[in-house]
């Protein structure tokens, strides 16, 4: 069976004064029907780029310069504007990190998730309506009625958020990416949210990419884990595996820096050192400046290694004997 989404050695480049800023540099993965694919790593590593790649949304002086996005089997990077327009909102959604870029400020939440139904769907305004309603429903908004008539203003900015990821789930899309959609709400609302998104990958076999830097979200959500770091997917499995016995350093270092995995009172652990430039990554393995395993070996470019059954590291020194009971 065809999967929903193939990534296939996507390159992302921003052409800017200073040089070329390659973002995504290699990316590959699939995303299944119904599966949930958790995109990890620190702020810069290239994953809401990714994203943006995907669903043709990057500015200039950005641009997919390389590789296929290949949504049930169609090429996205070779499709015109028009084509992406049909598709956007409707088969593909993305749900992002500040929900003032899905909301308009002068607008009334009726007006904005009515207009988003009809533009897709042939049904009248009352129809168009009451899937508006269900749908703010369905992510924890109470009173959805008096709510529909309210000003994106008037809520506060987890409402606001709740909104933006109702207005993605209208169409019951095929494929939806969230850009760390649930970093401004509450925990429990939080709960409630990956609770419906799961819930709605099991039932309809929508696919989701959950972009992220909170190792706990991917934990209780995900599928699958790919780990980006400098632009590139360092560790790639399921999720299960590459938790409980990472195999990249990086991954190490980035389960190892979650707070509740320290014991009381000892310092927490961190990775050394900052995430190079883009501009003007070292040769060979980016991370070896700020890994302890490294040596002259690292000065070369690593593959992305078959290492366990269905779990891969981009790395030369992998933590291979070290499994979690």
């Not at 990077?77 to 899905?102: H, V």
Request: aromatic share 4%.
């Amino acid at each position: 069976m065809t999967a929903t989404l193939e990534v296939r050695d996507l390159q992302t480049h921003f052409f800017t004064r200073a040089g070329v800023v390659k973002a995504v540099d290699g990316v590959s993965f699939t995303v299944g029907r119904g599966k949930v694919l958790g995109l990890v790593g620190e702020s810069g590593s290239g994953k809401s780029v990714t994203g943006f790649s995907i669903i043709g949304l990057v500015d200039a002086p950005g641009r997919v310069v390389g590789g296929q996005i290949l949504y049930q089997g169609r090429n996205l990077a070779k499709i015109s504007e028009e084509e992406m327009r049909q598709l956007r909102g409707n088969r593909i959604a993305m749900i992002f990190q500040d929900p003032m870029m899905t909301l308009n400020p002068v607008l009334r939440v009726d007006t904005q998730m009515i207009e988003t139904v009809l533009a897709h769907e042939k049904v009248d305004r009352e129809t168009a309506r009451q899937r508006a309603r269900d749908a703010l429903g369905m992510v924890g908004i109470p009173s959805p009625d008096e709510r529909l008539k309210s000003y994106p203003h008037q809520f506060s900015g987890g409402m606001r958020q709740r909104v933006a990821i109702a207005i993605a789930l209208l169409h019951r899309p095929e494929l939806i990416i969230a850009d760390e959609p649930t970093t401004a709400l509450d925990v429990t609302i939080q709960g409630q949210i990956l609770a419906e998104v799961q819930k709605l990958a099991a039932t309809t076999g929508t696919s989701l990419i959950w972009i992220t830097h909170d190792l706990s979200v991917v934990a209780g959500l995900a599928d699958d884990i790919a780990v980006m770091y400098a632009g590139r997917i360092v560790e790639e499995g399921e999720v299960s595996a590459v938790l409980d016995a990472p195999l990249h350093p990086y991954t190490v270092g980035l389960i190892g820096s979650v707070p509740s995995r320290n014991k009381r009172g000892e310092p927490l652990r961190q990775i050394p050192g900052m995430t190079p430039s883009l501009l003007k990554l070292p040769a060979g393995c980016a991370f070896r400046s700020r890994c302890a395993r490294a040596d002259e070996v690292c000065l070369q470019e690593p593959a992305l290694f078959d290492l366990r059954p269905g779990q891969r590291a981009r790395c030369f020194h992998p933590h291979l004997e070290e499994v979690a009971a």
